[in-house]
């Protein structure tokens, strides 16, 4: 059974940063395209990042580019997303979620795996 968990998220005022790690566990996910979305309260889920199965491409959300950077540690089983210049509207629950062989982008009816979520607030 596949665990996908979060950690890193909390409160930072605007301008702040934060480092989000999700750590897997019950298989290797080299093979997985690792990413995450993240959803506001009455807004739809949405990818933010991802990287591909091999690492060699990322996609990120035009209003994150120049700010997240998405990697990966394939042994270590874990991706990042380190955030920076953090605004308020980057505030919402993040979520890391793995596709088999996918592409640095994804939809999220095909993920695979999720994580359980991790809430980021940046204040003003």
């Known amino acids: 059974q596949v665990q996908l968990v979060e950690s890193g998220g909390g409160l930072v005022q605007a301008g702040g940063s934060l480092r989000l790690s999700c750590a897997a566990s019950?298989?290797?996910?080299?093979?997985?395209?690792m990413g995450w979305f993240r959803q506001a309260p009455g807004k739809e889920r949405e990818l933010v990042a991802g990287i591909n199965w091999y690492g060699g491409n990322t996609y990120y959300i035009d209003s994150v580019k120049g700010r997240f950077t998405v990697s990966r540690d394939n042994a270590k089983n874990t991706v990042y997303l380190q955030m920076n210049s953090l605004k308020p509207e980057d505030t919402a629950v993040y979520y890391c979620?793995?596709?088999?062989?996918?592409?640095?982008?994804?939809?999220?009816?095909?993920?695979?795996?999720w994580g359980q979520g991790t809430q980021v607030t940046v204040s003003s």
């Open positions: 019950g298989r290797t996910m080299s093979s997985y395209a």
């Open positions: 979620a793995a596709e088999m062989y996918g592409s640095s982008w994804w939809p999220p009816e095909q993920s695979d795996y």
